[in-house]
């Protein structure tokens, strides 16, 4: 089920909702967290039914090896079994052309790979059945993250039981929901379609064209992967639940160090936490330090797709965070503006190549499109490319002015559309920190409301989620 769908907003949660703050009266925690994982079941199991059988047997799997751990003092052994098992269902799945590909498996994978990983480690020392299912199910983050730590869940349902219905909390999660929801279903979604058609029709695109596809695409994946996530803390939220923040403005970092601080924190996080320092991280030398922060990005880029495209995407980012790294070394970050523009600007300018290898069908395509952009041959923008931003609700007001006969006027939402997102991403607060300071009035309802209303109305235009397919 999609968070951009009446199905979601007209009948799971209002259920969902109701179920859970109705169940949490009878003060029975046993009771809330079947409920819970029932709906977040059916949550998960609504576009594919065949999705929960395998997502009921990882669980029952994963959950007997951690109790096999339980009993053993030695606990590599069940470790390295689950490991297995969970990194070579994965692989069976996503990388020997599987007919189905269960939804948000690599999400929910690697949510029971640090539950194992954390159990080993000695930070879980019991963890029951019900509360395990609520960690790995939750339906907010089940598709497609946050990828939440065992910790960061644990004892949160406990806490939701015993703490007072939170108004204030309701409503600024719900303006973060209705934020997220406007990232994708208007911004997201309109840019998508320009880049649709960009990657379908390269030999049509002038360097003009390919410029506006490339930074279209880098902006479509921001606004579509973290508004995914802010609807996710947003639901989480209305349900007393905390999430782990996933994206804080990456795209205004000043390096590549700066932007993966921002950009999937999470998945950043787990990395970090399971692979890069079981490998030695920065404690075995400066050379063993870059190999390692390399075969970190190499592994980022299998994980998002078996292409080569991805694994370029990976060692690009790779590169130039060693590089950048190296160059850091002892030294402090420039203070200037100036600097930190130019450098910002770089970065942005590299981390937009990168994401045409990571978007394009293939290699040979991603090149394509950035020799369209060096050899300069510029012309009018693309008629057809420029109509996916013009949208009917604009173009009336268009019409209503009288301007739509200008000859120009074709390209008018194009450049407004564009040029709104990059302010946003460079100049706006993170969508979390503005929800979080929004208090409670009639105008900021209104603006919410107004927002809301025009999202729902796109719904029937609106595509899945980017990583439902990671």
């Known amino acids: 089920m999609l968070f951009n769908s009446y199905a979601f907003v007209f009948l799971f949660f209002p259920l969902f909702f109701i179920g859970f703050y109705g169940s949490k009266k009878f003060r029975k925690a046993l009771l ?12 998960y ?90 960690y790995i199910t939750f339906f907010p983050k089940l598709a497609e993250g946050p990828i939440a730590l065992p910790g960061e869940m644990e004892g949160q349902m406990e806490k939701v039981l015993k703490t007072p219905f939170d108004w204030e909390k309701f409503y600024r999660s719900l303006c973060l929901f209705v934020l997220g929801l406007a990232k994708k279903v208007l911004l997201a979604d309109t840019l998508g379609g320009a880049v649709d058609y960009g990657y379908a029709n390269l030999t049509a695109l002038n360097s003009g064209d390919a410029i506006i596809v490339m930074l279209s695409y880098t902006l479509q994946i921001y606004f579509d992967f973290s508004g995914y996530t802010d609807m996710a803390m947003g639901i989480a939220g209305m349900l007393g639940f905390d999430l ?15 932007f993966w601080k921002g950009w999937h924190i999470t998945l950043t996080r787990f990395f970090t936490r399971y692979l890069y320092i079981p490998l030695g991280g920065n404690r075995k030398g400066e050379a063993r330090t870059y190999i390692n922060t390399l075969i ?106 009288h301007i739509d006969s200008w000859q120009y006027a074709h390209y008018i939402l194009m450049v407004l559309i564009l040029l709104v997102a990059l302010c946003i991403v460079f100049f706006a607060k993170n969508a979390v920190t503005a929800a979080g300071k929004i208090k409670p009035s009639a105008v900021n309802t209104l603006i919410m409301a107004v927002l809301f209303v025009w999202c729902v109305i796109t719904f029937s235009e609106v595509s899945s989620f980017i990583y439902f397919n990671f």
Request: charged share 15%; hydrophobic share 50%.
């Open 45 to 134: 199991g609504f576009l594919n039914p065949a999705n929960v059988p395998v997502l009921l047997l990882s669980m029952v799997v994963n959950y007997g090896i951690y109790l096999w751990m339980k009993k053993k003092k030695e606990k590599k052994l069940p470790l390295v079994t689950g490991l297995f098992l969970n990194l070579g269902s994965l692989f069976l799945f996503k990388y020997t052309d599987s007919a189905f590909v269960p939804l948000g498996i690599s999400f929910f994978t690697f949510s029971q790979v640090a539950f194992l990983m954390e159990v080993y480690r000695g930070n879980i020392k019991t963890f029951d059945f019900w509360d395990y299912g609520v």
């Open 296 to 401: 970190v990005f190499f592994v980022s880029g299998i994980w998002h797709g078996a292409g080569i495209n991805f694994i370029i995407w990976g060692m690009l980012h790779g590169i130039l965070y060693v590089i950048t790294r190296w160059r850091m070394k002892g030294k402090k970050a420039s203070s200037g503006k100036i600097k930190h523009v130019i450098s910002g600007f770089g970065t942005f300018l590299y981390v937009n190549i990168a994401w045409v290898f990571f978007r394009a069908p293939s290699v040979k395509d991603g090149i394509s499109l950035l020799r369209k952009i060096a050899a300069c041959r510029f012309g009018r923008i693309n008629w057809d490319m420029a109509g996916y931003f013009n949208l009917d609700e604009f173009w009336y007001v268009i019409k209503v002015l």
């Open 244 to 258: 782990p923040l996933n994206f804080n403005s990456p795209y205004k970092a000043a390096n590549i160090l700066e």
């Open 32 to 43: 809330t967290k079947a409920f819970l994982i029932l709906m977040s079941l059916w949550f």
